[in-house]
């Protein structure tokens, strides 16, 4: 994978996080109220970002660890800063790009070699 390649993937990542948590809570509600307003189309594709994004978290606590999911989760997710999730952890800044970097590398470069 290049590194443009990885910069787009990762990029794609962080935009579904991004809106993870209304898209999850949208549908819950829709199928708890079994009534969906609005394009069907719509539903379909918020589930498959939704569902990518709990795939990729379960990828990276299987392959890099439960800390390294809290960590990316809290930044990913729940859009904390690096300073304050490194802080948390008792790392640097540095340290934590550094392993997040790593970390990503790892899971987006599945599938690549098969």
Do not use: P
Request: aromatic letters at 14%; glycine letters at 4%.
């Amino acid at each position: 994978m290049t590194e443009q390649e990885y910069k787009d993937k990762l990029d794609a990542f962080k935009n579904s996080c991004r809106v993870y948590k209304n898209e999850k809570k949208m549908l819950e509600e829709a199928e708890m109220k079994k009534n969906y307003f609005g394009d069907d189309q719509l539903y379909r594709f918020m589930r498959e970002d939704v569902e990518y994004v709990d795939a990729m978290f379960e990828k990276i606590n299987v392959k890099c660890g439960v800390n390294a999911r809290l960590m990316l989760w809290l930044m990913f997710v729940e859009e904390n800063t690096q300073a304050d999730v490194a802080f948390r952890f008792g790392l640097s800044r540095r340290q934590l790009q550094y392993s997040m970097n790593k970390w990503m590398h790892t899971v987006l470069a599945e599938g690549e070699s098969q």
